[in-house]
Antibody, heavy 113, light 108 residues
Framework: QFRLQESGPGLVTPSETLTLTCTISGGPIGDNYWNWIRQPPGKGLEWLGFVYRGATIYSPSLQSRVTISVDASKNQFYLHLTSVTAADTAVYYC????????WGQGILVTVSS | EPVLTQSPGTLSLSPGERATLSCRASQSVPGNFLAWYQQTPGEAPRLLIY???VRATGTPDRFSGSGSGTDFTLTISSLEPEDFAVYYCQQYGYSSFTFGPGTKVDIK
């Protein structure tokens, strides 16, 4: 049974880079899709991208600002989102597989000076 | 990748009633790779249905999914109190995944 846990700063300054970590327990990273998804307060879900066997696919709307990477030795994967604005304020989730079978609890990230 | 549209935006029903939620894609979803999620306030979404009609582990059998191509439906045969929530569809048939905007099922 995979468990996922997001970690990172709760507050980020506008124009800076947001970096989040998803730590996986209960199994190896292995051959799975590892996704980042976000949800602005009171709004719907937005898929940001995934990493699968070292290859990445990103949402076209965020492709220029998003990078997802993996450190298999630590059983972690990461989200980097550059040039953040208030519009990037959201709960950020990490999730496993292409139909998202396992989710982290989410982390609220606020972009504010 | 296709745009997903969900209807209605809000569905007001009473416990015991049947709920029918629609998800329509702007392009056919390959392999019927369409999933449904339930989200209650303050919680992460939970996978209910994948591949359009397959219940995920732990999904009660009052939930059923159907459809193919561009039109998909989630049916809750008899609403339980814990079913009042927001439901999202998601396609994963294209390399770039997308969610629908959600349907809120609230108590009438």
């Amino acid at each position: 049974q995979f468990r996922l846990q997001e970690s990172g700063p709760g507050l980020v300054t506008p124009s800076e880079t947001l970096t989040l970590t998803c730590t996986i327990s209960g199994g190896p990273i292995g051959d799975n899709y590892w996704n980042w998804i976000r949800q602005p307060p009171g709004k719907g879900l937005e898929w940001l991208g995934f990493v699968y066997r070292g290859a990445t696919i990103y949402s076209p709307s965020l492709q220029s600002r998003v990078t997802i990477s993996v450190d298999a030795s630590k059983n972690q994967f990461y989200l980097h989102l550059t040039s953040v604005t208030a519009a990037d304020t959201a709960v950020y989730y990490c999730a496993r597989e292409s139909a998202f079978t396992s989710w982290g609890q989410g982390i609220l990230v606020t972009v504010s000076s | 990748e296709p745009v997903l549209t969900q209807s209605p935006g809000t569905l007001s029903l009473s416990p015991g009633e049947r709920a029918t939620l629609s998800c329509r894609a702007s392009q056919s979803v390959p392999g019927n790779f369409l999933a449904w999620y339930q989200q209650t306030p303050g919680e992460a979404p939970r996978l209910l249905i994948y591949a359009a009609s397959v219940r995920a582990t732990g999904t009660p059998d009052r939930f059923s999914g159907s459809g193919s191509g561009t039109d998909f439906t989630l049916t809750i045969s008899s609403l339980e109190p814990e079913d009042f929530a927001v439901y999202y569809c998601q396609q994963y048939g294209y390399s770039s995944f997308t969610f629908g905007p959600g349907t809120k099922v609230d108590i009438k």
